[in-house]
């Protein structure tokens, strides 16, 4: 699991004492793969609302970071 999302997971209670520990394999890609649907429909946010204004090269910008950040293409 990618180390920024383990840490999100622990601020949320989901710490090796909480239900992390009670989840099976599939439950625990589950999550992961919701945290990662999250953070692509923000990057789809930067990369396609308001394409044609100026904010435009600070949104592609921000995207990459998120990227960067995140580890999610």
């Known amino acids: ?3 920024r ?3 999100l997971m622990y601020h949320a ?3 090796a004492q909480g239900c992390w520990d009670e989840m099976d394999s599939y ?3 589950a999550v992961e793969k919701f945290a990662r649907l999250i953070v692509k429909e923000c ?3 930067c990369y396609f609302r308001g394409m044609n204004d ?3 090269s600070g949104q592609l910008r921000a995207a ?3 990227e960067e950040h995140f ?3």
């Open 5 to 7: 999302f383990e840490s």
């Open 43 to 45: 990057l789809n946010q």
């Open 64 to 66: 990459t970071y998120i």
């Open 27 to 29: 439950q625990r890609e």
């Open 13 to 15: 209670g989901m710490t």
């Open 54 to 56: 100026e904010l435009y």
């Open 1 to 3: 699991m990618n180390e």
């Open 71 to 73: 580890g999610v293409e």
